[in-house]
């Protein structure tokens, strides 16, 4: 093992591109008869995360069904014949198939499959970091990863607040939402590396496009991560490269690799050269008497030998090309990999180059994936410094000819790749990060100057949770018009827990969520779509929201109440001593009578309550609750949305507002009369 400069570790995600990640060999007699090839060889979809293995493929799961009108096409049967009955009509085909690879041009829903699955399968097995872990039942109550609207899932968090170059970039930003941090220094340290991109303007417009120009061809590097066919992954190992034990060293070192590799060549020169020279003889002696005159004795000894030799290697010839096309095609498809590959070493060095002088450079410690970009030069091994070696050449510049381009190098880039295969992703996932970061810094300059900003998140230390937020607003809206609110609860202002009443549609459900979004953010990125906010670190976020019946499971709509209630209530309890919770309820239990969901529901909020590490906001239309103030003053406190008042038309308008005090007004019979239903 050697230590190398942080630019190699950037370049380790260059590798992980490269089509021998995907490639396993196996034993050769296997290969005959038809292959399956789904979509152009591209096998797409969410079979691999059913395992749910790890949390990326979750994410995955719930991205792509906002790309489900991309769906692969049927599967299509090619056969790809005998590779020991006819090893070049073999050849010919299976070029055929790696062309095709070549020219696919993924789309959106391939794209993400493919970085979800790479990232899925690198995160199996790491240590865990101090972070939330949102439920399913937050993320789908706040829509962060799929929309409310099942006809319309792209409608979500991630899609209204990302601004990334890459799908790298995305799957980290979606993990990060989903996933953020508990630990204040962590928290810090991430907010702190936003802040130099969002003040150093240089810096920032330099990574921006370094990044951008990546993404320009990530689908370039990423299609060669596509799922090749079994049978095309064992024609790959056995017939470009040595397959026999004694012989694989010469796989990974370039000059016996490319005397050798020219050796059909050589033999296609020796049978041409031999056919003519029978061709000349047989001209000389049909009109050059005096040449068969003198050499009449020794053509006519060696002309059967010869006749029957030039034979041979005319056939020969002749299976030779009919495969060279076949050979070509895997050819450029393996060194079109790797001129991506060298091309991304190129932008990764100028990234590092960027930040290496930078004093806050230092950030990136710590960061988890990010280790990759700065930390982790130290582990390399001796094969991606060679790597790095080989893809400086011209080789990987640009494609040439076949014939007079050193395929060795391409070859030997190939194996040597193959085997650093699973250091390469870490550094893969740090890019990402490095543009999830970038997409929020560009987030926060986009909204410098509008009504509704984004703030930096001050954070601080406290013996109970405390939560102060000024002109907060939902990033789900325009942010030029949308209402902004301000709330304080907790340590500063004595009282920690409040209760939300007011008129439907008045904006409760929106406040509370914009609420806990403000603070997955704050967790995340340290910032907030807001003026200002205070926070001290929640160890767990957990939502009461979007209470359905569970037909599938046997559930009416109260019994889905009940689980629910019960399952913050076990989320509160299994936080004592370990950390604040942060418990957000919207409308409980009114899947029963009015007299009973009341009575619930007061004795639920008089048990939240008693957790003094527990920071709970509960909206609701039960008056009864609302009295919860007068017997605990110190711990609860009312708040109300604004009452909508009616314009000339005699429509409802809602200010959207959120002050203290208690919501009296019940619109329900001016909502009835405006939609008009009883005229039907």
Same mark, same amino acid.
């Given at each position: 093992?050697?230590?190398?400069?942080?630019?190699?570790?950037?370049?380790? +995600?260059?590798?992980? +591109?490269?089509?021998?990640?995907?490639?396993?060999?196996?034993?050769?007699?296997?290969?005959?008869?038809?292959?399956?090839?789904?979509?152009?060889?591209?096998?797409?979809?969410?079979?691999?995360?059913?395992?749910?293995?790890?949390?990326?493929?979750?994410?995955?799961?719930?991205?792509?069904?906002?790309?489900?009108?991309?769906?692969?096409?049927?599967?299509?049967?090619?056969?790809?014949?005998?590779?020991?009955?006819?090893?070049?009509?073999?050849?010919?085909?299976?070029?055929?198939?790696?062309?095709?690879?070549?020219?696919?041009?993924?789309?959106?829903?391939?794209?993400?499959?493919?970085?979800?699955?790479?990232?899925?399968?690198?995160?199996?097995?790491?240590?865990?970091?101090?972070?939330?872990?949102?439920?399913?039942?937050?993320?789908?109550?706040?829509?962060?990863?799929?929309?409310?609207?099942?006809?319309?899932?792209?409608?979500?968090?991630?899609?209204?607040?990302?601004?990334?170059?890459?799908?790298?970039?995305?799957?980290?930003?979606?993990?990060?939402?989903?996933?953020?941090?508990?630990?204040?220094?962590?928290?810090?340290?991430?907010?702190?590396?936003?802040?130099?991109?969002?003040?150093?303007?240089?810096?920032?417009?330099?990574?921006?496009?370094?990044?951008?120009?990546?993404?320009?061809?990530?689908?370039?590097?990423?299609?060669?991560?596509?799922?090749?066919?079994?049978?095309?992954?064992?024609?790959?190992?056995?017939?470009?490269?040595?397959?026999?034990?004694?012989?694989?060293?010469?796989?990974?070192?370039?000059?016996?690799?490319?005397?050798?590799?020219?050796?059909?060549?050589?033999?296609?020169?020796?049978?041409?050269?031999?056919?003519?020279?029978?061709?000349?003889?047989?001209? +000389?002696?049909?009109?050059?008497?005096?040449?068969?005159?003198?050499?009449?004795?020794?053509?006519?000894?060696?002309?059967?030998?010869?006749?029957?030799?030039?034979?041979?290697?005319?056939?020969?010839?002749?299976?030779?090309?009919?495969?060279?096309?076949?050979?070509?095609?895997?050819?450029?498809?393996?060194?079109?990999?790797?001129?991506?590959?060298?091309?991304?070493?190129?932008? +990764?060095?100028?990234?590092?180059?960027?930040?290496?002088?930078?004093?806050?450079?230092?950030?990136?410690?710590?960061?988890?994936?990010?280790?990759?970009?700065?930390?982790?030069?130290?582990?390399?091994?001796?094969?991606?410094?060679?790597?790095?070696?080989?893809?400086?050449?011209?080789?990987?510049?640009?494609?040439?000819?076949?014939?007079?381009?050193?395929?060795?190098?391409?070859?030997?880039?190939?194996?040597?790749?193959?085997?650093?295969?699973?250091?390469?992703?870490?550094?893969?996932?740090?890019?990402?990060?490095?543009?999830?970061?970038?997409?929020?810094?560009?987030?926060?300059?986009?909204?410098?100057?509008?009504?509704?900003?984004?703030?930096?998140?001050?954070?601080?230390?406290?013996?109970?949770?405390?939560?102060?937020?000024?002109?907060?607003?939902?990033?789900?809206?325009?942010?030029?018009?949308?209402?902004?609110?301000?709330?304080?609860?907790?340590?500063?202002?004595?009282?920690?827990?409040?209760?939300?009443?007011?008129?439907?549609?008045?904006?409760?459900?929106?406040?509370?969520?914009?609420?806990?979004?403000?603070?997955?953010?704050?967790?995340?990125?340290?910032?907030?779509?807001?003026?200002?906010?205070?926070?001290?670190?929640?160890?767990?976020?957990?939502?009461?929201?979007?209470?359905?019946?569970?037909?599938?499971?046997?559930?009416?709509?109260?019994?889905?109440?009940?689980?629910?209630?019960?399952?913050?209530?076990?989320?509160?309890?299994?936080?004592?001593?370990?950390?604040?919770?942060?418990?957000?309820?919207?409308?409980?239990?009114?899947?029963?009578?009015?007299?009973?969901?009341?009575?619930?529901?007061?004795?639920?909020?008089?048990?939240?309550?008693?957790?003094?590490?527990?920071?709970?906001?509960?909206?609701?239309?039960?008056?009864?609750?609302?009295?919860?103030?007068?017997?605990?003053?110190?711990?609860?406190?009312?708040?109300?949305?604004?009452?909508?008042?009616?314009?000339?038309?005699?429509?409802?308008?809602?200010?959207?507002?959120?002050?203290?005090?208690?919501?009296?007004?019940?619109?329900?019979?001016?909502?009835?009369?405006?939609?008009?239903?009883?005229?039907?």
């Amino acid at each position: 093992m050697i230590k190398i400069s942080k630019a190699f570790a950037l370049i380790l +995600c260059l590798i992980s +591109c490269c089509p021998v990640l995907n490639i396993i060999a196996t034993e050769p007699d296997l290969i005959n008869s038809e292959v399956t090839i789904e979509n152009k060889n591209v096998s797409v979809g969410t079979d691999f995360l059913k395992e749910q293995r790890s949390i990326y493929a979750g994410i995955g799961e719930q991205v792509l069904k906002g790309y489900t009108k991309l769906a692969p096409k049927e599967k299509e049967i090619i056969d790809l014949g005998n590779s020991q009955q006819n090893l070049f009509g073999h050849l010919r085909k299976v070029g055929q198939n790696f062309a095709k690879l070549n020219k696919t041009k993924l789309n959106d829903l391939q794209k993400r499959d493919l970085v979800f699955r790479m990232f899925d399968e690198h995160e199996i097995g790491l240590p865990k970091l101090s972070r939330i872990m949102l439920e399913s039942r937050v993320q789908s109550d706040l829509g962060i990863l799929v929309g409310d609207d099942i006809t319309r899932p792209e409608l979500n968090l991630l899609n209204r607040i990302k601004r990334t170059s890459t799908v790298l970039g995305e799957a980290q930003l979606a993990r990060n939402l989903i996933d953020p941090f508990r630990d204040f220094n962590t928290i810090k340290r991430r907010q702190n590396f936003l802040k130099v991109l969002v003040e150093d303007k240089e810096l920032f417009n330099t990574l921006d496009g370094l990044l951008g120009e990546i993404g320009s061809f990530e689908s370039d590097f990423l299609k060669i991560w596509m799922d090749i066919d079994e049978a095309l992954r064992k024609s790959l190992e056995q017939n470009v490269f040595y397959s026999q034990p004694w012989l694989r060293w010469m796989n990974k070192r370039v000059v016996p690799m490319e005397i050798f590799g020219r050796e059909p060549e050589v033999k296609l020169l020796v049978n041409t050269s031999v056919l003519a020279l029978l061709v000349g003889c047989l001209y +000389c002696l049909k009109y050059d008497k005096r040449f068969f005159n003198i050499s009449k004795p020794t053509i006519l000894a060696s002309l059967p030998a010869l006749s029957g030799f030039a034979a041979g290697g005319l056939v020969d010839s002749i299976d030779y090309f009919f495969g060279l096309k076949g050979e070509m095609e895997i050819f450029s498809y393996l060194q079109s990999g790797l001129i991506e590959l060298s091309k991304l070493v190129r932008f +990764c060095k100028e990234i590092e180059n960027q930040l290496k002088g930078f004093d806050e450079f230092k950030l990136f410690d710590g960061f988890g994936d990010l280790e990759g970009l700065a930390n982790k030069a130290a582990y390399l091994s001796d094969e991606i410094s060679d790597l790095t070696r080989l893809l400086e050449k011209n080789t990987f510049k640009k494609s040439g000819s076949y014939y007079f381009t050193l395929r060795a190098r391409v070859l030997v880039a190939y194996k040597k790749a193959k085997e650093v295969e699973k250091e390469t992703v870490a550094v893969l996932k740090g890019l990402g990060e490095l543009d999830a970061f970038l997409s929020m810094a560009r987030l926060y300059n986009e909204h410098s100057d509008k009504p509704n900003k984004f703030t930096f998140v001050e954070l601080v230390e406290r013996d109970l949770p405390y939560l102060k937020i000024d002109a907060y607003w939902n990033p789900f809206l325009d942010s030029s018009r949308a209402v902004s609110n301000s709330i304080e609860l907790g340590y500063d202002c004595k009282t920690q827990n409040a209760i939300v009443t007011g008129a439907n549609a008045g904006g409760k459900s929106t406040n509370l969520k914009s609420i806990v979004i403000s603070t997955i953010l704050a967790q995340s990125y340290g910032i907030a779509p807001a003026k200002g906010m205070t926070i001290t670190p929640f160890s767990n976020i957990q939502t009461y929201l979007n209470i359905t019946d569970d037909i599938a499971a046997g559930l009416s709509h109260f019994k889905s109440e009940a689980k629910r209630a019960k399952e913050i209530m076990q989320g509160v309890e299994t936080f004592k001593n370990k950390g604040f919770v942060l418990s957000v309820v919207d409308e409980m239990f009114i899947g029963t009578s009015p007299e009973k969901g009341s009575e619930l529901s007061c004795k639920f909020m008089e048990k939240m309550i008693s957790f003094p590490y527990n920071m709970c906001i509960f909206a609701t239309h039960y008056p009864a609750v609302t009295l919860l103030q007068e017997k605990q003053p110190e711990n609860v406190i009312n708040f109300c949305v604004g009452t909508p008042i009616k314009n000339e038309n005699g429509k409802l308008v809602y200010p959207y507002t959120l002050a203290p005090g208690i919501g009296r007004v019940n619109v329900a019979d001016d909502i009835i009369k405006e939609e008009d239903i009883f005229k039907l």
